[in-house]
């Protein structure tokens, strides 16, 4: 049976990482049929807010993300 891989190769300008970044995900998603583009946008959302929380050292109750030997992984 044939085996048919899509593959990405990015380059991006990291002087522009907003739109960059934009135009990647617009290309991943469209990989995948309309039905299930929502639900990818969705999770892309959840990690970009995790990051976030990250970046600032603390969630918005003031308890701190990153803990010693957490099973979240960070």
């Given at each position: 049976m044939a085996q048919i891989q899509n593959v990405l190769?990015?380059?991006?300008?990291p002087n522009k990482p907003v739109p960059e970044i934009t135009q990647v995900i617009q290309a991943v998603i469209?990989?995948?049929p309309p039905i299930e583009r929502e639900a990818i946008l969705e999770g892309v959302?959840?990690?970009?807010s995790i990051g976030?929380?990250?970046?600032?050292?603390?969630?918005?109750?003031?308890?701190?993300?990153?803990?010693?030997?957490?099973?979240?992984?960070?």
């Open positions: 190769k990015i380059e991006l300008d469209s990989l995948y959302k959840d990690e970009v976030i929380k990250q970046l600032k050292g603390v969630e918005s109750y003031g308890e701190q993300v990153r803990k010693p030997n957490s099973e979240q992984g960070y």
